[in-house]
């Protein structure tokens, strides 16, 4: 297992941008494929994007694809997700998860950060 902290979040107008980081501890980072999900109230964990273990394959959901990049440092056990343009509808909170298997299912990742908020105003 390893742990995983997020930090960036916050409140953005609409078009504007944020830069999500996720830490992680240990010494295994490289062996993780990681992956960002997101959490709107009421509404089920969705896929946004993940990278493989040596960030050189990445996959994006159809809804961020062209706006959000996703990208690692595995010298500072760390992976990002910049977001540009920004809309209402990018509101959640955003969780980072590892696992063993590059994927987009949210199954496939055993460890899971707490997540941070990311609000969009219009």
């Known amino acids: 297992q390893v742990q995983l902290v997020e930090s960036g979040g916050g409140l953005v107008q609409a078009g504007g941008s944020l830069r999500l980081s996720c830490a992680a501890s240990?010494?295994?980072?490289?062996?993780?494929?990681m992956g960002w999900f997101r959490q709107a109230p009421g509404k089920e964990r969705l896929f946004v994007a993940s990278?493989?273990?040596?960030?050189?394959?990445?996959y994006y959901a159809d809804s961020v694809k062209g706006r959000f990049t996703i990208s690692r440092d595995n010298a500072k056990n760390t992976v990002y997700l910049q977001m540009n343009s920004l809309k209402p509808e990018d509101t959640a909170v955003y969780y980072c998860?590892?696992?063993?298997?590059?994927?987009?299912?949210?199954?496939?990742?055993?460890?899971w950060g707490q997540g941070t908020q990311v609000t969009v105003s219009s």
């Open positions: 998860a590892a696992g063993k298997v590059f994927s987009t299912t949210p199954t496939s990742f055993g460890s």
């Open positions: 240990g010494r295994t980072f490289s062996s993780y494929a």
């Open positions: 990278i493989s273990w040596s960030g050189g394959t990445t």
